[in-house]
């Protein structure tokens, strides 16, 4: 089933992990803007201290003094521009995590995209050689043998010229007609000259 560069990248947003971790990104920064907005709590401490918890008295023996208890509130104050400070930085991480997103979907929409490229051209490029397969086995009967089709090229232009027409039926080890021995010129299948 074939399909289309839309289907495969709505896939691959749906189901890739790194966009489901940065798209969680964005509720965490904004819950920071949230906290970044409160103003501080007040704190209330409670404490005791030497306290009669195994009843045994307070006397001279034991040094026991009376027992001790505090109560405090604290209130935090802040200055003027902490709180818009805290709010702004907030504000600007959540801008980040969306960029970062945005930035996410991006790559992989053109990676997505890149690798559905690359799958046509290698389908295409794959029916391409076997249509060359197929001509070659239907040309095969009509060419020559594949050393000559490796010598010929390395042959200069002048030996092609004088070359025998019946050239494609000569074995490698034969040697060609010395037509152009009488010329002075040397053919790349003779050994070095005497």
């Known amino acids: 089933m074939a399909i289309t560069v839309e289907q495969a990248v709505a896939e691959a947003l749906q ?13 965490r920064a904004e819950a920071e ?25 307070y ?25 818009r400070a805290r709010i702004a930085v907030a504000e600007q991480a959540r801008a980040a995590a969306e960029f970062r997103l945005q930035d996410a979907l991006r790559q992989l929409t053109l990676e997505v995209q890149q690798a559905f490229v690359e799958l046509q051209a290698a389908k295409e490029s794959l ?15 009509s060419m020559p043998p594949a050393y000559e089709l490796a010598i010929l090229p390395q042959l200069n232009w002048y030996e092609r010229a004088f070359l025998p027409s ?5 074995s490698p080890k034969q040697k060609p ?18």
């Open 15 to 27: 189901r890739n992990l790194s966009i489901l971790a940065e798209r969680y990104e964005i509720p």
């Open 33 to 57: 803007v949230i906290a970044a907005r409160l103003r501080p709590n007040p704190v209330l401490s409670l404490g005791g201290d030497h306290l009669d918890l195994l009843g045994t008295g």
């Open 59 to 83: 006397d001279a023996i034991n040094n026991a003094g009376p027992p001790e208890y505090a109560a405090r509130v604290d209130w935090p104050l802040e200055r003027p521009s902490k709180r």
């Open 127 to 141: 029916q391409l050689a076997r249509a060359n397969q197929g001509l070659l086995k239907n040309l095969s009967p």
């Open 166 to 170: 019946n050239s494609t039926k000569r």
């Open 177 to 194: 007609a010395g037509v152009w021995r009488k010329i002075g010129f040397k053919s790349s299948w003779d050994g070095p000259r005497p």
